[in-house]
């Protein structure tokens, strides 16, 4: 499943959103100023890459040697094509964090965006704790989707169980904070959520829609019965949808 976006991998880096600036100052803060090196875990197309990047430190002349300052962890070979074409000063690894060896001495910082749920969860908060150095931060972000008008809301929710009435259930909101502070292993453990409004056309939502997991698992006739659907919803409100986008970032520390 985590090699299921490739399919749509160009739709996925122009239609989904990207992360509030905001939050760069807040994972700095927390980290206590630019880490020397930072990996990436399951960065997709790199819509966090674009963020991340930012916050590693310029190497000085007497640096330790890296290969990299910035390594992206990406399984999907599409969407690490489409990562590499963006930031080629980026280290791109095609590989699932489960087969990935950090260096021996752990890296200062290891974010994931939108991808905490695509690993596994029986060894995520493990590896990610020895891929870290002592006193290391762990950075995950995520995005909550929902609607700014209660009724654009009933209506999509009608228009896709209209089609394809087979629940698809939302994890709660701060599920992955209670994940990562459930494990045991890492302390300082902090949220921080961001909302932003973002209107979309027919034909956007229409290209959201078909980047999410759920919509890439029905079979394709159903996937166009679904776009139908649901553009036939925004139609009827005007053709613009505005979404109520929730981000939230979960930050915790290695133990020193």
């Known amino acids: 499943m985590v090699e299921l976006f490739g399919e749509v991998a160009d739709d996925y ?9 905001a939050l760069a100052a807040t994972i ?3 980290h206590g100023g630019p880490p020397s090196r930072l990996v990436e875990v399951g960065a997709g197309t790199g819509l966090a890459t674009a963020l991340l ?19 992206c962890v990406e399984p999907d070979a599409r969407m690490a094509a489409v990562l590499t074409a963006r930031f080629p000063d980026v280290e791109v690894v095609v ?3 489960e087969q990935w060896s950090p260096p021996p001495a752990g890296v200062p910082l290891l974010a994931c965006a939108l991808a905490w749920h695509w690993l596994d969860p029986d060894t995520r908060n493990r590896r990610a704790h020895d891929a870290l150095a002592p006193g290391g931060t762990l950075a995950v972000l995520a995005h909550r ?3 700014v008008d209660p009724a654009q809301s009933a209506a999509i ?3 896709f169980e209209s089609v394809d009435p087979q629940p698809h259930h939302d994890r709660p909101e701060d599920w992955f904070l209670a994940d990562i502070t459930g494990s045991g292993l890492f302390t300082d453990v902090r949220s921080v959520a961001l909302r ?6 027919t034909a956007g939502y229409q290209r959201l829609v078909g980047t999410f997991s759920p919509q890439l698992r029905r079979p394709p006739q159903l996937r166009e019965r679904v776009l139908e659907a649901v553009g036939d919803a ?5 053709g613009t949808v505005t979404l109520d986008l929730r981000t939230t970032l979960v930050l915790a520390r290695r133990p020193a």
Do not use: Q
Not at 196 to 201: A, E, G, H, Q
């Open 13 to 21: 880096d122009e239609i989904r959103p990207g992360y509030p600036a």
């Open 28 to 30: 700095l803060a927390y």
């Open 53 to 71: 990047r930012d916050l590693v430190a310029p190497a000085g002349p007497d640096a330790p040697a890296h290969p990299a300052r910035v390594t």
């Open 95 to 97: 590989t699932r964090f």
């Open 145 to 147: 989707y929902d609607y």
């Open 157 to 159: 929710r009608a228009a």
């Open 196 to 201: 932003r409004s973002v209107p979309l056309t």
């Open 234 to 238: 925004v139609d009827g409100f005007g």
